[in-house]
């Protein structure tokens, strides 16, 4: 063989210079996509829903524990303890206890604010507050636009069989349609002084059925038994913390 080859270093200027073009022709890419991927992050991060929960503890005697002298319970044991908060448990998430509270509550229509990025549901702080009777069932989780116009006036506008329903009508008046019964109540009164705060964002309401509510809090609830106590625990979690609380 002819004289020894020099061997080839791992990197050679070569290569430097390679990568250097690369990073060159690619710089605004190389910034870019790192800002791109910010904004989407944090895009998304705000537009996730809030989860809020709230908890109460229910003591089902007036003694931490049974008293198992009680001729109910005398000859059962833990048995007859584990029994009745079993039974307990199951009355608290019933439809027919449940179904009672969604009556107290008035929550059968939802209220969100529409922002430019971010749809977020409120409890009783919206500039007005909506009475209705649905007619057509159909009517249901279908989103409901409302625009404020004036002091006296709001558009109402929304979807029923890909068919775009609207309407123009006065604050405090019932609105009649083939769809439901509809009155929009002032929570207080619009002026030249707040209108301009009240006209600016678009509202959404969303109508609910009973049985809808039922589940939904039913699906929201937890209950969990504090161990060697007669005291149960009830977890409610929704995207509305004083709505968990009042629940």
């Not at 019933?94 to 922002?115: A, L």
């Amino acid at each position: 063989m002819g004289a020894k080859e020099k061997r080839r270093g791992l990197f050679e200027i070569k290569d430097f210079e390679f990568i250097w073009l690369l990073i060159k022709k690619n710089f605004l890419i190389l910034i870019f996509v790192p800002i791109l991927a910010y904004i989407i992050g944090y895009v998304y991060v705000y537009r996730l829903p809030e989860v809020y929960g709230a908890k109460v503890q229910l003591m089902l005697k007036s003694n931490e524990t049974y008293d198992y002298q009680d001729p109910i319970y005398k000859g059962l044991g833990a048995y007859g303890l584990y029994t009745d908060v079993s039974n307990q448990t199951r009355i608290l998430q019933s439809n027919d206890i449940v179904g009672e509270v969604v009556d107290k509550m008035n929550v059968n229509v939802s209220y969100s604010v529409i922002g430019r990025l971010k749809k977020k549901e409120v409890f009783g702080t919206l500039p007005f507050n909506a009475s209705v009777e649905v007619i057509n069932e159909g009517l249901y989780e279908v989103p409901i636009l409302v625009k404020v116009l004036n002091e006296n006036e709001y558009e109402l506008t929304y979807e029923m069989n890909a068919v775009g329903k609207s309407f123009r009508y006065n604050f405090q008046e019932e609105l009649i349609t083939e769809d439901f019964k509809l009155k929009l109540a002032r929570n207080y009164d619009f002026n030249e002084s707040n209108i301009g705060g009240v006209k600016a964002p678009d509202y959404e309401l969303l109508f609910h059925s009973k049985p809808y509510l039922i589940s939904y809090f039913q699906n929201n609830m937890t209950i969990t038994n504090i161990e060697f106590t007669s005291i149960l625990e009830v977890i409610v979690h929704d995207n509305i913390g004083i709505q968990a609380k009042v629940f």
